[in-house]
């Protein structure tokens, strides 16, 4: 999986094949992982799990990490699946 951008400790990364769940990227911290469908004003958290427990606060931390680099988080996902 591409890394599209680190920032805040998380890793945002799109999946190189499409799994049928619609534009989204995953969302790596510590162990733990955050599937986010991007949206075209946002995202939204579909998923949190991982070896570590999640919580909601790096649930949203990682949501604002995507919309922060939306764009380039839509870029990457076009580029590998359209």
Not at 24 to 42: A, P
Not at 72 to 77: F, L
Request: proline residues 2%.
């Amino acid at each position: 999986m591409p890394t599209v951008v680190t920032a805040r400790g998380f890793a945002v990364r799109v999946n190189l094949i499409e799994d049928g769940d619609g534009p989204h990227v995953h969302v790596y911290k510590g162990g733990r992982e955050y599937r986010v469908q991007l949206m075209s004003n946002g995202g939204k958290v579909l998923t949190s799990g991982g070896r570590e427990r999640t919580t909601r606060s790096e649930a949203r931390a990682a949501l604002r990490v995507v919309i922060d680099n939306l764009d380039a988080c839509w870029e990457e996902w076009r580029r590998w699946h359209e």
